[in-house]
Each structure stands twice: as C-alpha cells, then as structure tokens.
C-alpha cells in the first residue's frame, strides 16, 4: 500500500496508460488539423471568388483568416512535437528505472555472496 492510502501501480502499466493517453490526444490533434486545414480551403476558395468580384474588404478578411489558420496549425503541431517528446522521455525513464532495478537487485545478490564467504 502506498502512501495515502493508495496502491501501487507498476510504473510499466502506468507508462503505458500515459502513452495511450498521450496517442489519443496526437490523433486528436490531427483530426483539429484536418478540420483547420478544410476550412482554410474554404476561406481560399471564397477569396478567389471575392477577388474576381473584386470586392477587397472582403478579400482582407478572408486573407487574415487564412493566416490565422495557417498560425492555428503550426502550434496544433507543435503541440503534437511536445507530446511525442513526453511519449519519448516516459519511456526512456522507464528504461533507466529498469535498470536501476536490475542493478539494484544484483547489488544485493552480489552483496550476500561476498558476506556468505
């Protein structure tokens, strides 16, 4: 039993848990991309029309809506970049915390063998 009152859980399973978490949210990230990306296909297709109608307070705002998601996707991505370098560094402490264990363990084991001479 852990502190608080709570159990504890295998930090494997828990790494794991995390990395799921982390994936789910990268795929909804790119689904928000998607969306984003469809809308400023929208917005160009409706820039065009206006600029051969040549109205350009239109064409101004349409303009600033296209930057504004090209904006909107590059920190969705970036978001994304920061997530899979959570994902990564997880599993790399995950790693060490293995082999700290394993080391740990045979510290002891090697430590009876040398007392038990």
């Known amino acids: 039993m852990g502190l ?3 159990t ?11 990395t799921k978490t982390c994936r789910q949210s990268c ?3 790119d689904r928000q991309v998607r969306n ?7 917005a160009k297709r409706s820039l065009r029309d206006a600029a051969k ?11 600033t809506e296209i930057v ?14 920061q997530v899979n370098s959570l994902i990564l ?10 082999v700290g264990l394993v080391l ?5 084991t090697n430590s009876f063998t040398v007392s038990a001479h």
């Open 8 to 18: 504890k859980v295998d930090p494997k399973v828990q790494v794991d848990e995390w």
């Open 68 to 81: 504004r998601s090209r904006r909107t996707v590059n920190k969705i991505n970036l978001a994304k970049v």
């Open 89 to 98: 560094n997880m599993r790399h402490q995950l790693g060490e915390f293995s």
């Open 4 to 6: 608080f009152g709570q």
């Open 27 to 29: 795929r909804d990230m």
């Open 53 to 63: 109608k040549g109205d350009k307070d239109v064409c101004k705002i349409l303009a």
């Open 36 to 42: 984003v990306q469809r809308e400023e296909e929208k």
């Open 104 to 108: 740990v363990q045979e510290n002891r």
